[in-house]
């Protein structure tokens, strides 16, 4: 019940009496408290969970940040308070990313996790994915956008890797067969618009079984990881080199020349080169002694004149030439450079 009184006096300012009403107000009271659970049930929402809610009036600008305790970066709400997300520095999105979040918002629509990359401390990306929809007014009229925000860096980050793992060898972090065939087919196709020759190697280390039956597994794979630098260290970076599996590595090299006898040149400056690169000794002994290795390598190379090849019958004459070059006593380069190839 609620109760309101006055008094009632007489002329001369005595208190006669008390008039007042008595009003039920059950269903008021119900429905405070009803607000008030629904509140505490949206707070501890917040508070426990690690995603966070936000706020933006008709302008796009932060009126309300709720980051629970568990949530990204606590200290940020007074930070973005008063401000649109485009004017957030750490907020890391494309021309075209921007211009699509304008969109949907300039249309009132609903959208579900866009995600946003932030650059967090120490320069480490983080992945924000946000949901949103707008509010209107009782009378229709659009006030705003409310929804909620997500921390998905680990998810991201994991894709990441597995995209990573997908397409490159883990003991080098060279491009692996998969990634190795995919540039191949390209640089073949765009052969054939530039009229400029590529060149593929196959390098087959020499005796490396030997190696793993001597001095152990460990010592083969340090020399595996140790020729792939210098491998890379040795040729452009738009070049590509991959291991195969195995001691076998690959290299592409794109837009040598469209001439033969320059690209005839080049191919075999550049494979003069990779033998070079792999001349001196290497040290596998790890960190408590010293093991010094001279490797031996055979290399096949082939000049790419023809656009139509198939990536797959590339592969078959490097991998023949590297044969041919084992077959010549190893440690040595066969290169094939069939004019119709
Ligand atoms: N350490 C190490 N060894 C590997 C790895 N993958 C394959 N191998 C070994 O690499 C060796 C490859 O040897 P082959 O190329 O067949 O033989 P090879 O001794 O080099 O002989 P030639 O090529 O004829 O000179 C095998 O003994 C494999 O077990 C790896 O990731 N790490």
Redesign the pocket.
Known sequence: MREHAHQVCDAQGRVCYFEGTVQEITDEYQRQRDLHASESRFRAMTELSSDWYWELDAMGRFVRLDIGSRGINPGASEEVLGKSRQQLPQIDLSASQWATYQAILDRRETFYDFEMAIQGDNNRLLWHAISGAPIFDSAGVFVGYRGIGRDVTRRRESEELIRHMAFHDV?TGLANRRLFMDRLQQALNSMARTGSYAVLMFL??????????RQ??????S??QQVAQRLTGCVRSVDTVARL????FTILMENVDADDQRAMRHTRTAADKVMQALANDFDLGGEAATLRYAC?A?LGVVILRNPLASADACMKRADAAMYQA?GNG?GGICIDADARG
């Open positions: 003991l087959d280390l020499d005796s490396f079984k030997s190696l793993n039956d152990g597994h460990a010592a083969g794979d020399l595996l599996g195995g001691d076998e031996s055979s084992k190893r």
